[in-house]
């Protein structure tokens, strides 16, 4: 069993910042693309920023230069650091895994149970 565990949401000014991070536990062999994804009321979940094992990125062209993910391979932890934080950010913040659970295993997608950011004056 894999947990996905999110956490650094809360309440911030328009302008401010946020780090939120996700550890992930469990029988695991190795993790591949790490991810955020987010949800803001009555539209479809979408991509943030995702890297993959080997350290590439990619994110939405709404945060590009704004936002930066990374990860520790040895705490199974991605972070997403969120820096001039608009209104729209507002959204439920969800992470997201490329799991294996042994060495030729398939890979599995999991998912933390998301998180809100609040971006408000």
């Known amino acids: 069993q894999v947990q996905l565990v999110e956490s650094g949401g809360g309440l911030v000014q328009p302008g401010g910042s946020l780090r939120l991070s996700c550890l992930a536990s469990g029988n695991i062999f190795r993790i591949n693309t790490m991810g955020w994804y987010r949800q803001a009321p009555g539209k479809q979940r979408e991509l943030v920023a995702a890297i993959s094992g080997g350290g590439s990125t990619n994110y939405a062209d709404s945060v590009k230069g704004r936002f930066t993910v990374s990860r520790d391979n040895a705490k199974n932890t991605v972070y997403l650091q969120m820096n001039s934080l608009k209104p729209e950010d507002t959204a439920v913040y969800y992470c997201?895994?490329?799991?294996?659970?042994?060495?030729?295993?398939?890979?599995?997608?999991?998912w933390g149970q998301g998180i809100q950011v609040t971006v408000s004056s």
């Open positions: 997201n895994a490329g799991v294996q659970l042994r060495r030729w295993s398939n890979e599995y997608a999991y």
